[in-house]
């Protein structure tokens, strides 16, 4: 009779550990957590930034920044299999608004130019629409809100001194 006394002790002991994980919390996977906390240091930065509610997009948050004379598409994109946030000025100008063929090829070169100059920040065009952006990445590797801020104060600096040239090189009437 030892043996049935056995059974009946291993399966109240597993009735009991089955009862103690249903009522347990069960916790979120880590990389959701960190995709989470992003996205939420994400939102605050671009809250702080132009004190207003981001919109989401693919990946990430967007806002508009006002300046004096034109306002611009500032986007932060978490692209978590690379690790990687991406941060980006769109709707800055458009290469198609050139004046002439001598207003794309001075533009074209002066994207050439100040992509070699910036440190950090590149200036892209959009084949589907002919857009300029400029653009920055980090590593999202544990990073500070302190770092959140540098970048896109960094980046919209980038952007202020770059507008007046790319600017001219499109719309000059010298070509």
């Not at 957590?33 to 930065?45: F, H, P, V, Y």
Request: proline residues 3%; aromatic residues 6%.
């Amino acid at each position: 009779m030892l043996m049935p006394k056995l059974l009946t002790m291993i399966f109240l002991s597993a009735c009991s550990t089955q009862e103690n994980n249903a009522g347990e919390n069960h916790t979120i996977h880590p990389s959701i957590k960190t995709e989470l906390k992003l996205a939420a240091q994400i939102r605050q930065s671009l809250v702080e930034t132009v004190n207003q509610a981001p919109i989401e997009i693919h990946k990430g948050y967007q806002v508009s920044v006002q300046r004096d004379d034109h306002s611009w598409l500032l986007s932060i994109q978490h692209f978590e299999e690379k690790n990687l946030l991406y941060f980006a000025v769109n709707d800055y100008l458009w290469l198609d608004q050139s004046k002439s063929t001598g207003n794309t090829v001075a533009t074209l070169t002066q994207i050439a130019t100040l992509n070699h100059a910036m440190l950090g920040t590149k200036v892209q065009l959009n084949p589907e629409n002919s857009g300029i952006t400029l653009s920055r990445t980090i590593n999202d590797l544990n990073v500070t809100d302190a770092e959140f801020a540098a970048t896109i104060k960094h980046l919209l600096s980038a952007a202020e001194q770059a507008h007046p040239v790319l600017s001219s090189a499109i719309s000059a009437s010298r070509f």
